[in-house]
């Protein structure tokens, strides 16, 4: 579904993403984890078209997005469903009125057909009923949570997630994770989600990435995350102060 080819960004005289490749299964969960400051959420950013690469390709669904302009990259995008790490809700609208802001821009349903669609996603995601509360009212995970409804509701083939449990606690984080499992399984989007949670990736992901040093180091299931002997796998995975990756950059 997202197939990143020789990717590579420079920002000054620093390559943030050097030569990547990246295979984002169609209808599956992939994890990219990696340490602090190696580049995840310009991966991400440039999945979204937000940046623009030195180099390479981004095919999404065969379309290579990389050199189109903003009113192809729009098409592209009604495709996706975006949680980002700090929910992004519109502060000054109601809970209802976020979710339902997709509908709103997209496409012409009346205004009762929205809120049917609205009440129906915030069932999904363990909410119904709180349309008329304001963001400002609803906790950490709550908010995460219609985030999520929001990103669901045009039916997007793909679903990405940028740090979705951060700061989050465990409990609740257990929660975003099966919340994202069981709707993956349900619209049986592509996802690509950007994570520091490595419990929460070998219970979520079928397939797991480790980004280090601006390029894939590990690609593969979550089994073999675990078998590998892998000396930078084995210390992200066990958080060990020892090893390839250097804690103080």
Request: glycine share 10%; with cysteine; charged share 20%.
């Amino acid at each position: 579904m997202i197939e990143i080819r020789s990717l590579s960004k420079t920002f000054r005289s620093q390559r943030v993403i050097d030569d990547l490749d990246l295979s984002v299964a169609e209808g599956k969960i992939t994890i990219v984890m990696g340490p602090t400051g190696t580049g995840k959420s310009v991966l991400l950013k440039h999945v979204l078209g937000l940046l623009k690469p030195d180099s390479g390709q981004i095919l999404v669904d065969g379309q290579d997005i990389v050199g189109m302009e903003e009113v192809e990259l729009t098409e592209v995008r009604k495709k996706y469903g975006v949680c980002f790490q700090d929910s992004a809700l519109f502060d000054s609208m109601t809970v209802g009125e976020n979710v339902g802001f997709p509908f709103t821009i997209h496409t012409q349903l009346s205004r009762e057909q929205i809120a049917a669609e609205v009440s129906s996603l915030l069932r999904e995601v363990g909410l119904a009923g709180i349309e008329a509360k304001m963001p400002a009212q609803l906790s950490g995970g709550m908010r995460k949570r219609v985030g999520l409804a929001r990103a669901l509701a045009l039916s997007p083939k793909v679903l990405l997630f940028d740090e979705p449990t951060t700061g989050l606690d465990p409990v609740m984080t257990s929660a975003i994770n099966t919340l994202i499992k069981q709707v993956q399984t349900r619209t049986g989007a592509t996802s690509l989600v950007i994570s520091h949670d490595i419990k929460g990736a070998f219970t979520l992901a079928d397939y797991m990435a480790l980004l280090y040093d601006g390029k894939i180091a590990f690609y593969g299931t979550p089994d073999d995350f675990r078998n590998t002997p892998d000396p930078l796998v084995r210390q992200f995975v066990e958080g060990r102060l020892t090893g390839p990756i250097n804690p103080i950059q």
